[in-house]
């Protein structure tokens, strides 16, 4: 198998050969493919090279299909990680890389407020005082289960705007991920984010594969909303702004 070396090492090494095996486990039940690790070295991850072409609108179908079955492998509560990793894991590109908080908890709002927002919150210059009191209302709905469902802890990739989609043949294959239990409607809002190729498809073959919950359309900037913090924290520009505008819908 052809391979390519991606220069990151050490722990942060390790916590992404930990996300790609965990979710590649799903791949036996139905699950979209993932990136092969062949080996963590001195110098780096040995990755499989995958050869990209361009993505039709079967194989987007395809892979909404496997994504749906790749979340229903589960997670062992909200917040938690890959088995056996221990200590937060990572987010972001690896030259600005933050910590991604690990947990469990018995709901993904409390998770999602405790855990993916308040952190980043507090890591974004430029909020005003009120910016950080809305953000702070919609923290305290979401850990009191305003947005919570009778869903189970989804294994989620955890990072899949498009970017992180590689389109081979006629099948999808998963790259880059920061893996948790969390909630479906996150990984399908992050495809929604930079416009993933083909997108209604691939919502075509996740719903009917696992129907999603009556209303998900309304809650995708909601979901989101982890990510445009992220980006907020590493780069700044607009992604603040895009943030309060998001959590005001919410509170």
């Not at 699950?31 to 609108?57: N, T, Y």
């Not at 997108?199 to 009556?214: F, Q, V």
Request: aromatic share 10%; net charge negative; charged share 25%.
């Amino acid at each position: 198998m052809e391979f390519f070396t991606k220069r990151t090492t050490g722990r942060p090494a390790d916590w992404e050969k930990a996300g790609l095996d965990w979710l590649a486990d799903a791949e036996e039940n139905g699950g979209v493919r993932i990136c092969r690790v062949l080996g963590v070295e001195e110098d780096g991850l040995r990755l499989e090279m995958v050869r990209e072409s361009s993505p039709s609108k079967a194989s987007a179908r395809a892979f909404g299909q496997g994504l749906a079955m790749m979340h229903d492998a589960g997670a062992p509560a909200w917040g938690a990680g890959p088995p056996g990793w221990e200590g937060d894991g990572y987010q972001g590109p690896a030259t600005q890389q933050l910590p991604l908080p690990l947990g469990e908890f018995n709901g993904w709002g409390e998770m999602f407020a405790r855990l993916r927002i308040e952190p980043l919150v507090r890591e974004t210059a430029g909020f005003s005082g009120e910016d950080r009191k809305l953000f702070g209302r919609l923290c305290e709905r979401l850990a009191g289960g305003v947005f919570d469902d009778d869903d189970s802890p989804c294994r989620l990739h955890g990072d899949l705007w498009a970017g992180n989609v590689l389109w081979s043949g006629d099948e999808a294959v998963l790259i880059d991920p920061t893996p948790y239990g969390g909630h479906r409607e996150d990984d399908l809002a992050a495809l929604d984010m930079f416009g993933a190729p083909h997108l209604g498809e691939i919502i075509k073959g996740y719903d009917e594969t696992r129907p999603l919950e009556a209303g998900w359309q309304e809650r995708v900037d909601l979901h989101q909303l982890h990510l445009i913090l992220l980006h907020a924290a590493l780069f700044g520009g607009g992604y603040g702004r895009r943030a309060v505008e998001a959590a005001r819908r919410y509170v």
